[in-house]
């Protein structure tokens, strides 16, 4: 394992957005969202990427971006919720650095994207004003399939009830740790 990356993955509304800079300041690391970055590159939003070109577009365009942003030293790169469902991303990942996991439960997931509407895979249950039940069975879904990906983090960090302080505190121990053991080594 080489640690110049750090990769953040997780369920949408996971907290990579949030948790990504404040780490990245605490290592005194650079931090990149790789979904901005394609937003940028695209000049559109990711679900009007999705309503264009599909999906399968987007996928490929990620894994492209995730290769050439995967390589910079003493970064924390912020992953789509989806960039690691790719194998081939995933032994990229774990070939370039450290991929951390924020893990959220299905009813968490719900509270927090339940009214947004720049959720590509859930716009349509939020337009139809679907039943909780609903948002459930399809994010469960979403988590069981993406479940053997995740499980291939280095970390694993519960951010349902987070106390961000105490969760970047335990991240950069953990880091820190980490990279002094490869040092060793």
Avoid: W
Avoid at 72 to 82: A, H, Q, R, T, V
Avoid at 113 to 124: A, E, Q, Y
């Amino acid at each position: 394992m080489k640690s110049s990356t750090i990769f953040l993955t997780g369920f949408m509304t996971s907290g990579k957005s949030t948790l990504g800079p404040i780490l990245a300041n605490v290592l005194g690391y650079s931090f990149i969202d790789l979904d901005d970055e394609i937003v940028d590159d695209e000049e559109c939003s990711i679900d009007e990427i999705f309503a264009k070109k599909g999906e399968g577009y987007f996928r490929e365009i990620e894994s492209k971006k995730l290769r050439e942003l995967g390589r910079i030293n003493k970064c924390i790169l912020s992953l789509g919720g989806g960039a690691v469902i790719n194998n081939s991303n995933v032994e990229f990942i774990k070939k370039q650095g450290l991929l951390i996991y924020l893990k959220s439960s299905p009813d968490v997931i719900y509270n927090r994207i339940k009214n947004k509407l720049d959720r590509p895979l859930f716009k349509d249950l939020v337009e139809k004003k679907s039943p909780r039940e609903d948002f459930i069975k399809r994010i469960s879904g979403m988590l069981k399939s993406r479940e053997k990906y995740y499980k291939q983090a280095h970390v694993t960090v519960n951010t349902d009830d987070h106390n961000i302080g105490r969760t970047i505190d335990f991240l950069a121990n953990k880091i820190k740790k980490m990279l002094n053991e490869e040092n060793k080594s």
